[in-house]
C-alpha cells in the first residue's frame, strides 16, 4: 500500500477556508494518465489495491453535509474506491472517529457518473486536521481516470 500527496490541493488549499459559520463547496479532482499512474504526483507505479491518496486537507472545524463524486473519464477496468478522511496527527479521536468510507464506500469508477453520497454517518465538525482521502478497492487501475469530489459543508470556526 502506498499513500500519496497530491499537489496543489495537498495542505495548499483547504475545504474550509474563511470566517466561522461560513458555507463551503469546494471541488477537488484526482487522476490516472493512461496507464494507471496517479497525475500530480511523485508515484511511478500505477494505482494498485489498497493505495490511498490523500486529496485535500481540511481544517479542524470543517462539518461536511454532502458530497458528490463525478467520474467523467471511467476507468477501463472494474476499480472502486473509498472515499474519506483522516486525521493529520494518525491518532483516531473517540469523539469522531476518522473513517476510510465516511462519504462513499465501493464507488465505482469503471463508468462514468455522478453519484451522491449515500452515507449514513453523524454529520459533524470535525475535531482536529484532516486529509480528504480515496482509496483504491477491488482492482488495481491500468488506465486513464478522471475524478472529482465536491465536498459542501460549514466551517465552524
Keep these: ?11 495548499g488549499s483547504s475545504a ?7 458555507n463551503i463547496t469546494a471541488l477537488y479532482e484526482f487522476q490516472t494518465d493512461s496507464s494507471g499512474i496517479l497525475v500530480g504526483s511523485s508515484a511511478s507505479a500505477a494505482l494498485a489495491i489498497g493505495d ?10 470543517f462539518e ?7 467520474v467523467s473519464t471511467a476507468a ?3 476499480a472502486t474506491a ?5 486525521y493529520v496527527d494518525g491518532v483516531d479521536d473517540s469523539s469522531y472517529p476518522q473513517s476510510a468510507t465516511a462519504f462513499f464506500s465501493a464507488l465505482a469508477l469503471n463508468s462514468a457518473a455522478r453519484t451522491p ?6 454529520i459533524k465538525p470535525l475535531p482536529k486536521p484532516a486529509y480528504l482521502t480515496v482509496t483504491i478497492a477491488a482492482a488495481a487501475l491500468s488506465s486513464a ?4 469530489i465536491a465536498l459542501n459543508g460549514v466551517q465552524r470556526s
Excluded: H, W
Excluded at 453520497?117 to 453523524?122: A, I, V
Design 52 to 61: 490511498k491518496i490523500r486529496v485535500a486537507f481540511l481544517n479542524e472545524g
Design 82 to 86: 473509498n472515499i474519506g478522511f483522516e
Design 76 to 78: 477501463g477496468q472494474a
Design 145 to 148: 481516470l478522471v475524478t472529482q
Design 16 to 22: 474550509c477556508v474563511g470566517s466561522s459559520q461560513e
Design 117 to 122: 453520497t449515500t452515507s449514513t454517518k453523524k
Design 64 to 70: 461536511a453535509t454532502d458530497a458528490v463524486a463525478l
Design 1 to 11: 500500500m502506498a499513500i500519496y500527496n497530491l499537489a496543489p490541493s495537498f495542505k
